[in-house]
């Protein structure tokens, strides 16, 4: 497994702008995709975005697609989610997770996960 940190999170009105970090620890971040995931209070956790080995390919969800971007920075070890025209419904704790096998839109799939950061959206 790999050490995963969020970062980033915090208060934001409705229509601003939040970017996320991840930092990971190992010495094989570089080869295995990297994905967030989301949790709002009494839902289940919840596919966001992932990301592939080199970066060149990116999956979204429906409902952050156009609005949210993920990239990866292989030399840094990090993976990050700039999150732009933020809606109340995009508050939730925010995680981050390593090395998919399967379903990467499963949380079953996901191999390592960070502690999650908090993101809060006012109306």
């Known amino acids: 497994q790999v050490h995963l940190v969020e970062s980033g999170g915090g208060l934001v009105q409705a229509g601003g702008s939040l970017r996320l970090s991840c930092a990971a620890s190992g010495h094989t971040f570089s080869s295995y995709p990297m994905g967030w995931f989301r949790q709002a209070p009494g839902k289940e956790r919840e596919f966001v975005a992932a990301?592939?080995?080199?970066?060149?390919?990116?999956y979204y969800t429906d409902s952050v697609k156009g609005r949210f971007t993920i990239s990866r920075d292989n030399a840094k070890k990090a993976v990050y989610l700039q999150m732009n025209s933020l809606k109340p419904e995009d508050t939730a704790v925010y995680y981050c997770?390593?090395?998919?096998?399967?379903?990467?839109?499963?949380?079953?799939?996901?191999?390592?996960w960070g502690q999650g950061t908090q993101v809060t959206v006012s109306s």
């Open positions: 990301v592939s080995v080199s970066g060149g390919s990116t």
């Open positions: 997770a390593a090395d998919p096998e399967g379903d990467y839109t499963t949380t079953n799939a996901w191999d390592s």
